[in-house]
């Protein structure tokens, strides 16, 4: 993550920008204040992380949501900017992390969010490391217990309400498969999710101890 240097003023959104450099370097450019360029110019962008994930997982997703991708890129450029920028006070923080959502929560919703928002629980690693007791701290676990499919491996949540997404077949799977690659047993106790982790290990629990370690401790096996 740095602070945007690179990019010449005027050219294009903050979050335009943003977007850009992500795909582009894996890395966030932004910048301690705001142009007032209108960042719909990021929507094509978005588009084309939408196109490229789904190639890449072969999964059938469901339909891309430009309102909610884009409401979901907003507050993930604001949360790399209060990372970066550690002088912004609480108040704008609070605020900006307080906007709702405009659309329904359904899977649509979730998937499209997650387009920016997968990346929440790197960020949130790298805010904690600065100051764990940062206000940004406690704004971004609220967050990820509200969207449950892009905060997989953030310690310390609970009660996440996964039913906008999990009767989706193609979110469980990823919702799945990011647990267990992240090892991250707070995510087990629904039962959909338990017995897709299960199929996945079956005999071969080695892959994911711990989870597995979750999953069969109270299973009635005969050795």
């Given amino acids: 993550m740095q602070e945007r240097g690179d990019f010449p003023r005027g050219s294009a959104s903050d979050l335009a920008l943003c977007l850009q450099s992500l795909t582009h370097d894996g890395r966030v450019a932004v910048s301690p204040s705001l142009s007032a360029i209108d960042d719909n110019d990021a929507i094509p962008l978005l588009k084309q992380m939408d196109a490229h994930?789904?190639?890449?997982?072969?999964?059938?997703?469901?339909?891309?949501?430009?309102?909610?991708?884009?409401?979901?890129?907003?507050?993930?450029?604001?949360?790399?900017?209060?990372?970066?920028?550690?002088?912004?006070?609480?108040?704008?923080?609070?605020d900006a992390c307080s906007v709702s959502c405009p659309t329904p929560r359904e899977a649509q919703t979730d998937w499209s969010v997650d387009l920016t928002l997968r990346h929440l629980p790197t960020l949130f690693q790298l805010a904690r490391h600065l100051s764990n007791a940062d206000p940004l701290v406690e704004q971004m676990?609220?967050?990820?217990?509200?969207?449950?499919?892009?905060?997989?491996?953030?310690?310390?949540?609970?009660?996440?309400p996964v039913e906008t997404f999990i009767d989706h077949p193609a979110l469980r799977r990823l919702y799945a498969d990011r647990i267990i690659s992240a090892a991250d047993t707070s995510r087990l106790g629904h039962p959909q999710v338990d017995d897709l982790l299960r199929a996945d290990l079956g005999v071969h629990r080695e892959l994911a101890p711990h989870i597995a370690g979750k999953l069969f401790a109270t299973s009635h096996e005969t050795n």
Avoid at 141 to 160: C, D, H, Q, Y
Wanted: hydrophobic share 50%; proline share 6%; with cysteine.
């Fill in 141 to 160: 676990k609220r967050i990820a217990t509200e969207w449950p499919l892009s905060s997989v491996g953030i310690p310390g949540l609970a009660n996440f």
């Fill in 53 to 94: 994930l789904r190639d890449e997982l072969g999964l059938a997703l469901p339909m891309f949501s430009v309102t909610a991708a884009l409401w979901g890129a907003r507050l993930f450029h604001q949360l790399c900017r209060f990372v970066v920028c550690r002088d912004i006070g609480e108040k704008p923080i609070k």
